[in-house]
């Protein structure tokens, strides 16, 4: 396995998501993109990351069902991110909230995002 963070992102924007894994793979960070909730616990099987930054409002599987999901199948093994440009007085938004281990408003605030994301020991 590698030595490298690895950190899924999670968003149907895809410009936006491809932004952030460019800018995190210049940070040292393996970094995979995945457009939908559905795509992303796919990708999970396989990519095994340690960390998911996920989108709170994306259309089908929202960003709640994907914390749920992945916080079920892996525990507390998995660091989840979410990331919102909505009102955090939302439901679905404040539901999230209590789920994940972290949240960031957009656009990211990448020293912020730097913060969160876990680090491999030694």
Not at 6 to 19: F, T
Not at 23 to 40: D, I, M, P, W
Not at 57 to 86: C, F, S, W, Y
């Amino acid at each position: 396995m590698s030595d490298t963070v690895r950190v899924l992102i999670v968003d149907d924007l895809e410009d936006a998501a491809q932004a952030l894994a460019e800018l995190l793979e210049l940070n040292g960070y393996q970094a995979q993109v995945a457009r939908s909730g559905e795509q992303a616990l796919e990708l999970a099987r396989s990519f095994a990351p340690h960390c998911v930054l996920l989108d709170i409002g994306m259309p089908g599987m929202d960003g709640l069902e994907l914390a749920r999901r992945l916080r079920q199948k892996h525990g507390n093994d998995i660091v989840l991110i979410a990331v919102t440009g909505g009102s955090m007085t939302q439901p679905a938004v404040a539901e999230t909230f209590a789920v994940v281990d972290h949240y960031l408003m957009k656009p990211v605030d990448v020293d912020r995002l730097n913060k969160v994301l876990p680090k491999l020991p030694g």
